[in-house]
């Protein structure tokens, strides 16, 4: 198992500085090779030294970021496999374009808490830690297994899902030309495959376009905005994003959706989530809303908390206070600009008091505090992304670039290939889309094989 | 009552197709064998579809016959009709399919185990397994013999507690109304397995001469069929006998339709779970309404018998509602109804309680195979028959035991699949089931599995030297084609533009020109013949594996990955509870499975990627700490 090469970014997500990405097996570098470009190739260097040079695109040239490359070759290495580090500038689109590039050269995407496998397994690390190791990829793998799990719920994960569909039915058509030969199901023509082909990697073609513009998923530290209604939650946002998103007003129960929007603050990228207010109520509209705050909230990386400082502490709040326990919070007490009615001292028995950021949000006042607050949080790693966000869109383009080179080797085909070798390809490509969305499981198309045809001896 | 009656080193219980390969086997293999069965006059018999072979089922035929088996060369001296179907696909889905007699079958291989040194073949019921501690140690009869025995196969097909239903009617039986086999049910119970109730069900029977085929469309065989044994030189004398085709009609859905309160599939009185692949003619009917009309083939069941197949016709109605149903279709309006069809319902055992080996894990020494574990089809038991005959016999011989990875054969998938995922209703291979089918044809069965055949002690040192030669005559000559060059000569520029295909600049070497679709190996030879005289399947071979090169290097590589988590074994004494970090979920289900390896773990239903990290992580710390135990 272990004779394969991965790569990771392996720095934490974050504007600015510098972004290093590891590559570790066998292949480390030859795969590096062929997108590094400098005076020395990596092959040509000697172990444990630093190059200066470029990435490029190998097939237009174009270049990508400049870099500084670390050899470090087996056995003299974390994991005792050939490594290099290619350190990168930071932020997210360079970083991002040397993972894929890497990809596309023939490196797997770690899993969670590989290298270090890798290392335990190799004997790099003592037995003692072996416990240390296990909890480190369940803990990295049941995050990942959270964030793919909200990705599921997406508009992405539906068109995948229509998409394996149009190719399972198609792989079942093939199936029972083959396991029936003698049913008298209907022909299955090379047309019919070709048609079917140009379809899914149309669909496919679709869905890149998208990711390429980063709409298959946004990355940035969850952020939810919680608070009562009316306490200030949408203008905190419009605040942050500096244009008007949400719709504003002085009524009580207004947005009855969340609302994302993408911002950095203080260089730390946020997902910011701006939450219906939270409360009892009766309003079925409204309630729907509040249901996908809490739901927001169980998700959230960081909590900004804003309370109206000029009302005094409601049960809804103190309900609240209790809810976001084990979370990383900064409670924002607004409006500033009317007279206080709530101690501090009620706030600072759960928060510290760097936690707590006093604004008035109508008059802009207060919210250099507020980058502060959250980029200290991020910097001192209280604060972290589930990494696998930004990863898994570069895995994601991987894995819809796999499958669309998949279709069209079976597209080239079907004019002459016997359709249960076209099959392997189909297969693969159905394979890889369900990836994306977390499935691969091959009953499903023997399930499928029995509804659609009418079978039987 | 009771007396000792012997003493044998493995006993099989059952006759049926995996019965009859787990007792030759083991035989083979030196073991003193008993085959005892409850009717002498069953042995090998076929309840249902006069047929072997098709896709995958004929695949595995040719991996029986392969490892030694009897299956294909009893069915080639047997057979009234031979197909080669998909030969418009690839030649991995090339299917070879027989038209068996049905009488002269049960006969030819009777006759081959009367024959057969070290088994004893005796007519009995078994009620009970002797079990102490925890192995199995024989069995005892009805007729009170004890009989000892150092390994036990069960193969009771569809005996167990088995239950005929016919519309209203119903009652207890087997098979074509023999003896069930009912207190040996009970003795598995007692003895702490879990059973299932399957049902499976069989057509109506009619008299050929009460058949207008003047309505019906003929399907005769081959012309030059191809066999299934590897060793059949020659086919049968006679002329091979033709099927015939004809469809239901509006009529005969119009019938069902009226009579479903009738029909026990939907009154409740089945409970058993039947198979999707192999539904009755109600179901069809109810499921696939819009589907106008459904094909039935008539096939005869022999050569000196008159009676007719009507495959495509499975049903449990009334006796009354099948003659109305017979009547109704095109060629059967003055049928003579000679056997009712009729729904079976029966025990098996939860294959997920096997080993690969097919030895249960809670009782030693005990071995099922065939329809008990959950399958349906004849070359589905046998497949499995032969391999728990190799393993009871090699566990008496202190041998390590003979495990079929799914990269070797359909037999290793078939496995594989019931003991690692188990099975809600009867299990039927088919191709899909199988990563690797490019790999495995049945083409180059023998290439795949006579090297194993070979080792246990089933295949003669005279096969294994063809065989041998077979395969070093078809790696020559593919070396030969990737080294010689094909010049643009006038003859060979001809011979291209005949089959307008494009034609040489410089010279290639033949392998990359017999890659063109358009070329055969029939055309290389004419440009360039063999020094070696090539028999056709040394030929063909060639021709595939060069052809699709490609195709199955890419399966090859894949293949590399599986070996590499199939060699990671997991030791039988691990405790599951111990490894922390495993998902609840994975634990219980690996605790329960106990799979032999890493890659059996990963295809165990539930368990994760993450699962089979820490899995990995901790067999390693686990074995360190065993090698520095001493």
Request: charged share 25%.
């Amino acid at each position: 198992m272990i004779s394969d090469t991965i790569a990771a970014i392996s720095t934490p997500l974050g504007e600015g500085g510098i972004a290093m990405i590891r590559i570790s097996g066998p292949e480390a570098v030859s795969i590096t090779d062929t997108i590094f470009f400098a005076k020395k190739k990596c092959s040509e260097m000697q172990t444990h030294t630093v190059q200066y040079g470029f990435i490029k695109e190998p097939d237009s040239g174009l270049k990508v970021d400049e870099v500084l490359l670390t050899v470090m070759l087996a056995p003299k290495s974390f994991t005792k496999e050939n490594v290099v580090e290619i350190s990168c500038h930071g932020g997210l689109i360079s970083v991002k374009k040397i993972l894929e590039l890497l990809l596309r050269y023939g490196a797997r995407l770690a899993e969670p808490g590989e290298f270090t496998k890798r290392a335990f397994l190799n004997g790099r690390i003592d037995l003692t830690q072996a416990e240390a190791v296990i909890d480190l990829i369940r803990s990295k793998s049941d995050r990942a297994y959270s964030v793919a799990m909200k990705q599921v719920e997406g508009s992405l994960s539906e068109k995948i899902i229509s998409l394996r569909n149009i190719l399972i039915e198609l792989m079942a058509h093939i199936e029972v030309n083959i396991d029936y030969p003698e049913h008298d199901v209907e022909d299955l023509t090379y047309a019919y495959i070709a048609d079917k082909c140009k379809q899914s990697i149309q669909l496919i073609d679709d869905l890149l376009k998208n990711a390429n513009q980063g709409k298959i998923l946004r990355e940035g530290i969850v952020t939810a905005i919680v608070g009562r209604p009316n306490v200030g939650k949408s203008s905190l946002l419009n605040l942050l994003a500096r244009e008007n998103k949400a719709i504003v007003t002085d009524i009580p129960g207004t947005t009855r959706d969340v609302i994302e929007e993408f911002v950095t603050v203080g260089g730390v990228p946020l997902k910011l989530l701006d939450t219906a207010g939270l409360r009892e109520t009766s309003d079925i509209v409204e309630k729907i809303g509040v249901e996908r705050s809490r739901k927001s909230l169980l998700e959230a990386e960081l909590v900004l908390f804003v309370l109206n400082q000029n009302e005094p502490l409601h049960l809804d709040e103190f309900n609240l206070f209790k809810e976001v326990e084990n979370k990383q919070v900064i409670v924002i007490l607004n409006k500033t600009d009317l007279p206080a009615q709530i101690e501090v001292e009620q706030i600072t028995k759960q928060f510290s008091e760097e936690q707590v950021v006093k604004m008035s949000i109508k008059n802009d006042k207060g919210q250099l505090e507020l980058e502060k607050v959250i980029a200290n949080m991020f910097f001192e790693g209280k604060i972290e992304s589930t990494d696998s966000s930004y990863v898994s869109n570069v895995r994601h383009i991987h894995l819809l670039n796999k499958a669309k080179r998949s279709l069209e080797e079976a597209l080239n085909g079907t004019h002459h290939v016997p359709i249960d070798m076209l099959q392997i390809d189909i297969r693969n490509a159905w394979e890889d889309l369900g990836e994306v969305i977390g499935d691969s499981v091959s009953e499903s198309l023997i399930d499928q094989i029995f509804s659609q045809f009418c079978l039987g001896k | 009552m009771g007396y000792q009656a012997g003493e044998y080193d493995v006993i099989v219980i059952g006759a049926g197709h995996a019965g009859c390969e787990a007792a030759l086997a083991a035989a083979r293999m030196g073991c003193q064998t008993l085959l005892v069965t409850i009717n002498l006059d069953m042995v090998a018999f076929m309840p249902c579809n006069p047929s072997i072979g098709g896709p995958a089922k004929g695949h595995v035929v040719r991996e029986i016959d392969a490892l030694g088996g009897e299956m294909g060369r009893n069915i080639d001296k047997t057979y009234i009709q031979l197909r080669m179907l998909n030969t418009g696909k690839g030649p991995a889905v090339h299917a070879l399919r027989a038209q068996a007699d049905k009488f002269f079958y049960q006969n030819a291989l009777k006759e081959t185990i009367e024959k057969q040194e070290n088994l004893t073949l005796q007519q009995g019921m078994v009620e009970e397994l002797i079990v102490k501690d925890g192995v199995c140690q024989g069995v005892i009869t009805k007729t009170g013999a004890e009989i000892k025995g150092k390994t036990v196969v069960l193969t009771t097909g569809t005996y167990l507690r088995g239950k005929v239903i016919m519309g209203e009617v119903i009652y207890e039986s087997g098979p074509n109304n023999q003896q069930p086999s009912i207190k040996l049910s009970d003795c598995l119970k007692s003895l702490g397995f879990d059973l299932v109730r399957f049902k499976t069900g069989t057509p109506p029977r009619v008299h050929k001469d009460s058949i207008d085929f003047s309505k019906t469309e003929e399907q005769p065989g081959d012309v030059n069929p191809k066999h299934f044994s590897f060793e059949t030189t020659k086919g049968i004398d006679e002329e091979q006998l033709p099927c015939w085709l004809t469809y239901t009609s509006g009529e005969t859905h119009k019938t069902i339709n009226n009579n479903l309160s009738r029909a026990p599939m939907y009154s409740g009185v089945i409970e058993g779970t039947g198979p999707r692949y192999c539904p009755s003619i109600e179901d069809k009917i109810v499921r696939f309404s819009d589907k106008p009309k459904h094909q039935i083939f008539l096939e005869p069941e022999g050569r000196y018998t008159s009676e007719y197949y009507v495959q495509g016709l499975s049903t449990s109605m009334p006796e009354d509602v099948q003659l109305k149903i017979l009547q109704s279709i095109p060629g059967l309006e003055k049928v003579q109804m000679m056997r009712t069809g009729y729904a079976i319902e029966y025990d098996a055992i939860v294959p997920t309680q096997l080993w690969p080996t097919l030895e249960t894990k809670k009782i030693a020494n005990l071995y099922t195979a065939g329809q008990i574990n959950g399958t349906s089809g004849y070359e589905e038991a046998a497949g499995q028959g032969i391999m728990a005959g190799i393993n009871a016999a090699r566990k008496v011989q202190d041998k390590e035991p003979v495990i079929i990875d799914r990269s070797q054969g359909y037999i290793g998938v078939l496995i594989d699949d019931l003991v690692t995922k188990g099975t809600n209703e009867p299990y039927r291979l088919l191709t899909s089931r199988a990563e690797y089918r490019l790999l495995l044809r049945h083409d180059n069965a023998d290439l795949r599995l006579t090297p194993t055949g070979y080792e246990i002690g089933l295949i003669t040192e005279e096969r294994y030297g063809n065989f041998i030669n077979k395969r070093n005559n078809i790696e020559n000559e593919i070396q030969r084609l990737k080294t010689i060059k094909i010049r643009p000569e006038p003859q060979v520029q001809d011979v291209l533009t005949e089959l307008n295909t494009a034609l040489l600049n410089n010279s290639v070497d033949a392998a990359s020109l017999l890659k063109r679709p358009e070329i055969v190996y029939k055309h290389i030879e004419m440009f360039s013949p063999s020094e070696l005289e090539l028999t056709v399947e040394e030929k063909e071979q060639v021709e595939i594996q060069i052809k699709y090169s490609g195709y199955i290097e890419k399966q090859l590589l894949q293949v590399q990955r599986l070996k590499k988590m199939e060699n990671k074994k997991i030791p039988s004494d691990i405790e599951y509870d111990d490894v922390q970090g495993i998902a609840m979920e994975a634990k219980q289900k690996l605790s329960n499975i106990r799979p032999i390896s890493i890659g059996q773990a990963s295809r165990i239903s539930g368990v994760t990627p993450a699962d089979i990290s820490i899995l990995l992580v901790y067999l390693e710390h686990y074995n360190k700490v065993v090698a520095a135990r001493g």
